[in-house]
Nanobody, 117 residues
Framework: QVQLVESGGGLVQPGGSLRLSCAFS????????MGWYRQAPGKQRELVAT???????NYADSVKGRFTISRDNAKNTVYLQMNSLKPEDTAVYYC???????????WGQGTQVTVSA
């Protein structure tokens, strides 16, 4: 069973940076497309970024040029480097894993990111 554990959230001032980590376990990491989603209060969950082992990453327009998703297949970990943070980036950030073959979707518990002066 796939388990995802996020870490790295916290309180940051506008313009600051955070690096989120998601530790993957329970299956073969390279067979999963990994992603980050976020959900702000009163809003629906939205895609932030995704990355497969081969294809290049995809980003929401709102974070392009500021966020970078990466994965370390040796460590079974996916990262989200967030720079130039804005108050509208405030949300709970969730790690997501989707197998290349199959229909299952796995979610972490989420980590809070708050951008405020």
């Amino acid at each position: 069973q796939v388990q995802l554990v996020e870490s790295g959230g916290g309180l940051v001032q506008p313009g600051g940076s955070l690096r989120l980590s998601c530790a993957f376990s329970g299956s073969i990491f390279s067979r999963f497309v990994m992603g980050w989603y976020r959900q702000a209060p009163g809003k629906q969950r939205e895609l932030v970024a995704t990355i497969a082992r081969g294809p290049g990453p995809n980003y929401a327009d709102s974070v392009k040029g500021r966020f970078t998703i990466s994965r370390d297949n040796a460590k079974n970990t996916v990262y989200l480097q967030m720079n130039s943070l804005k108050p509208e980036d405030t949300a709970v950030y969730y790690c997501n894993a989707s197998p290349v073959i199959g229909t299952s979707v796995y979610w972490g518990q989420g980590t809070q990111v708050t951008v405020s002066a």
